[in-house]
C-alpha cells in the first residue's frame, strides 16, 4: 500500500526545516507519495519537488490557505497547484501582508503581559521573513520557559481571550478557492475536526465548500484525533467527498503523531489521490 502524506510544513512557513530536509525526513519514514503545504507560500515547492525527485518520492505540489470564514479561521489545502499560476501568487502574497503589523501586535500584547521583546524573539525562528506565524512565538515561548511545549502555548496565549491574541481577516473561501482551482488545484478543507463550529454552522462550511467546487475534507491528519478519524470518515460518506491523510508535519518531536504512528485512511473512504497514478 502506498504511503501517503499530504499535508507538511517548511521553514517557508511555519516547519523548522528547510523543504529539502523534510523531504528526507518523510522520506526516511517511509512516505511514497508527498506534498509540501506551507502556509499562504509556494516558495519552498521548486526546492521539495527536486529533493522529492531525487529520492524517489512522487511529489504533489501543494499550499494551505488561510481563511477567514464565519467570522472564524479555516485552512484550505490545495494540492496539485501549479505554483507558478500568477493569481494564485498574487493571492497568496495579499493573504501574507497583514502578517508583519499582526506579529507586532501580538508582541505589544506579550510586552503588556509581562513578556517583551517577543516580535525580535520570534524572528530568530523565522527563515522566510513575510511569514511571521504564531508558531514562532509559540517557539519563543518555549524557550523563555513560560511554557513547556507549543499546545501550551496555544491554551494560554496567542488564543481568543489570552494575551497575544489579534483578530485578523485573512481570504474569504471563495477567494482561496477559486485560486487554487484557477491553478488547476483541489480544495481540501483541512483538518476539519480542529474548528470549534457547532453542527449547524460546520454543515454550511460543507454545503458552502462544496457550492464552491470542493470535494475533498482531511479525515486522517496528525491535527485529528483519533475519533475524529472516524467522524470524519462518516461526512466524507454523507456528503460524497473524497478523503485526505497528513501528518500536519511541522517539526520533528514537535508533531503530535509521527509519522508511522498515523493510521491508513478507513477503507469507508476514497482517497483524493484514487485516480492520480
Ligand atoms: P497563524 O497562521 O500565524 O495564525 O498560526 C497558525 C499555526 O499555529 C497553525 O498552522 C499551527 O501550526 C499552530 N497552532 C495553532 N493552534 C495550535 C495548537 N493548539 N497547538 C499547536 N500548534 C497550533
Ligand atoms: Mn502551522
Ligand atoms: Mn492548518
Ligand atoms: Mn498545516
Redesign the pocket.
Do not use: E, Y
Given at each position: 500500500m502506498l504511503k501517503v502524506d499530504l499535508h507538511c510544513h517548511s521553514n517557508v512557513s511555519?516547519g523548522v526545516l528547510a523543504p529539502e530536509a523534510v523531504a528526507a525526513y518523510a522520506r526516511k519514514d517511509g512516505v511514497d507519495v508527498w506534498a509540501l503545504t506551507d502556509?499562504d507560500e509556494v516558495g519552498g515547492i521548486a526546492a521539495a519537488r527536486a529533493k522529492a525527485n531525487d529520492l524517489g518520492m512522487r511529489f504533489v505540489a501543494g499550499v494551505e490557505i488561510?481563511v477567514t470564514w464565519a467570522n472564524d479561521?479555516v485552512h484550505i489545502v490545495g494540492l496539485q497547484i501549479d505554483e507558478t499560476n500568477q493569481d494564485l501568487i498574487n493571492g497568496l502574497a495579499a493573504t501574507r501582508s497583514g502578517r508583519e503589523a499582526r506579529a507586532r501586535e501580538i508582541a505589544a500584547q506579550l510586552a503588556a503581559a509581562g513578556i517583551p521583546g517577543a516580535y525580535e524573539g520570534a524572528l530568530r525562528y523565522v527563515a522566510n521573513p513575510d511569514l511571521v506565524?504564531?508558531?514562532h512565538f509559540?517557539r519563543y515561548l518555549c524557550e523563555l520557559g513560560i511554557c513547556s511545549n507549543?499546545?501550551e502555548v496555544?491554551r494560554k496565549f496567542l488564543t481568543e481571550g489570552k494575551p497575544g491574541y489579534v483578530p485578523h481577516r485573512w481570504a474569504s473561501l471563495s477567494e482561496a478557492m477559486g485560486w487554487i482551482r484557477g491553478a488547476g488545484g483541489i480544495p481540501v478543507i483541512a483538518h476539519p475536526g480542529r474548528y470549534k463550529f457547532g453542527a449547524t454552522a460546520e454543515g454550511a462550511l460543507f454545503d458552502e465548500f462544496r457550492q464552491l467546487g470542493g470535494n475533498t475534507i482531511e479525515v486522517v491528519t496528525g491535527s485529528h484525533t483519533p475519533d475524529q478519524y472516524g467522524i470524519y470518515a462518516e461526512v466524507a460518506r454523507r456528503y460524497g467527498f473524497l478523503a485526505s491523510r497528513g501528518t500536519d508535519f511541522?517539526a520533528p518531536g514537535e508533531a503530535r503523531v509521527e509519522f508511522a504512528q498515523l493510521p491508513p485512511l478507513p477503507s469507508s473512504v476514497t482517497p483524493v489521490w484514487h485516480d492520480w497514478f
Open positions: 511555519d502556509h488561510s479561521t506565524s504564531r508558531t509559540a507549543n499546545s496555544f511541522h
